[in-house]
């Protein structure tokens, strides 16, 4: 099995390393540069609950970043308005050197879908279709031309070591094909930002650490970027860089002899999905708004559950 160790040694080789280093020089050499960020959420009658205050978050490419927390932090809301679903109260956040504030619900909808690619612990594969056609509605989502749609599917598929379960539906696959899917959907557009929320908190270990293998490549050999929630040491430890989101601050995550897992039953339980209430404050803020429902099918872009 593929070890954290492993995982975060893992380098692009340099013909992948140059794949899209122009794009990036282009804005500073960074996929995400936010820097004062600040959200709340109200529950309906309730006062405001401050997530995010003052937190900065720099990613470059090539990178991969663990952010934990307890269950209610606002990590996944953190993923929320990175993802451009919803706007961060105040503070600046740059995506590929755009400035996001101001831009309308349509652009962010096309810099969404060409851009950033999602992975959750839910699977939300479309049932009636084959594994394929799932993947191939995200391509179309991103604007991959019809006529490349069926082989850019399948390259992805292939990627993630499925290319014997094209014509497969979701009820013929196990859980950890069925994540292996998803993970081929957002993958298809060749993101330049991966956003994944609990990616392995349904699987066991063995798909797990697959799972992570199949991220880090796919950074590695695409100039890409991950932000990954977790609640899980083994996930964190493979990332480059470990966050703990507390009191509103994304700080680093000291490393705790007696926390890290010597097996799988030392695996931490991973705990309720964060679902703030309806009635986010700020919704004027720095970022967008997003109809997450209306763009979940197909690409995995209905955004993290809070």
């Given at each position: 099995?593929?070890?954290?160790?492993?995982?975060?040694?893992?380098?692009?080789?340099?013909?992948?390393?140059?794949?899209?280093?122009?794009?990036?020089?282009?804005?500073?050499?960074?996929?995400?540069?936010?820097?004062?960020?600040?959200?709340?959420f109200r529950a309906r009658g309730g006062d405001p609950t401050e997530l995010l205050s003052g937190a900065t978050l720099q990613v470059a490419p090539w990178t991969t970043v663990a952010v934990m927390g307890r269950s209610g932090a606002g990590k996944s809301t953190l993923l929320r308005a990175l993802g451009l679903f919803q706007p961060f109260d105040a503070g600046r956040y740059r995506l590929l050197g755009?400035?996001?504030?101001?831009?309308?619900?349509?652009?962010?909808?096309?810099?969404?879908?060409?851009?950033?690619?999602?992975?959750?612990?839910?699977?939300?594969?479309?049932?009636?279709?084959?594994?394929?056609?799932?993947?191939?509605?995200?391509?179309?989502?991103?604007?991959?031309?019809?006529?490349?749609?069926?082989?850019?599917?399948?390259?992805?598929?292939?990627?993630?070591?499925?290319?014997h379960r094209l014509r497969a539906r979701p009820r013929t696959l196990s859980g950890g094909e069925q994540q292996r899917v998803a993970l081929a959907r957002a993958l298809v557009k060749r993101p330049s930002l991966i956003l994944a929320d609990e990616p392995t908190g349904a699987l066991?270990?063995?798909?797990?650490?697959?799972?992570?293998?199949?991220?880090?490549?796919?950074?590695?050999t695409s100039a890409a970027a991950l932000v990954v929630v977790t609640h899980d040491p083994v996930v964190a430890t493979a990332c480059d860089r470990q966050l703990r989101l507390q009191d509103g601050q994304l700080l680093p995550l000291l490393p705790d002899p007696d926390?890290?897992?010597?097996?799988?039953?030392?695996?931490?339980?991973?705990?309720?999905?964060?679902?703030?209430?309806?009635?986010?404050?700020?919704?004027?803020?720095?970022?967008?708004?997003?109809?997450?429902?209306?763009?979940?099918?197909?690409?995995?872009?209905?955004?993290?559950?809070?």
């Amino acid at each position: 099995m593929t070890t954290a160790e492993d995982l975060r040694h893992h380098r692009p080789d340099s013909d992948h390393h140059r794949l899209h280093s122009d794009h990036h020089h282009q804005h500073g050499g960074l996929v995400i540069d936010a820097v004062g960020l600040s959200k709340s959420f109200r529950a309906r009658g309730g006062d405001p609950t401050e997530l995010l205050s003052g937190a900065t978050l720099q990613v470059a490419p090539w990178t991969t970043v663990a952010v934990m927390g307890r269950s209610g932090a606002g990590k996944s809301t953190l993923l929320r308005a990175l993802g451009l679903f919803q706007p961060f109260d105040a503070g600046r956040y740059r995506l590929l050197g755009r400035d996001v504030a101001g831009l309308s619900d349509r652009a962010c909808s096309a810099l969404r879908a060409r851009h950033i690619g999602f992975v959750f612990q839910e699977f939300r594969l479309l049932p009636h279709l084959t594994a394929t056609a799932n993947v191939e509605v995200a391509a179309a989502l991103a604007g991959v031309p019809a006529r490349s749609r069926r082989r850019e599917a399948q390259r992805a598929l292939d990627l993630v070591g499925l290319s014997h379960r094209l014509r497969a539906r979701p009820r013929t696959l196990s859980g950890g094909e069925q994540q292996r899917v998803a993970l081929a959907r957002a993958l298809v557009k060749r993101p330049s930002l991966i956003l994944a929320d609990e990616p392995t908190g349904a699987l066991d270990d063995t798909t797990a650490a697959k799972v992570l293998e199949i991220l880090r490549h796919a950074v590695a050999t695409s100039a890409a970027a991950l932000v990954v929630v977790t609640h899980d040491p083994v996930v964190a430890t493979a990332c480059d860089r470990q966050l703990r989101l507390q009191d509103g601050q994304l700080l680093p995550l000291l490393p705790d002899p007696d926390s890290v897992p010597k097996g799988p039953a030392d695996r931490p339980a991973v705990g309720p999905s964060e679902r703030p209430a309806e009635g986010s404050v700020g919704d004027s803020g720095v970022g967008c708004t997003g109809d997450a429902a209306g763009e979940s099918a197909g690409e995995s872009v209905a955004g993290p559950t809070a």
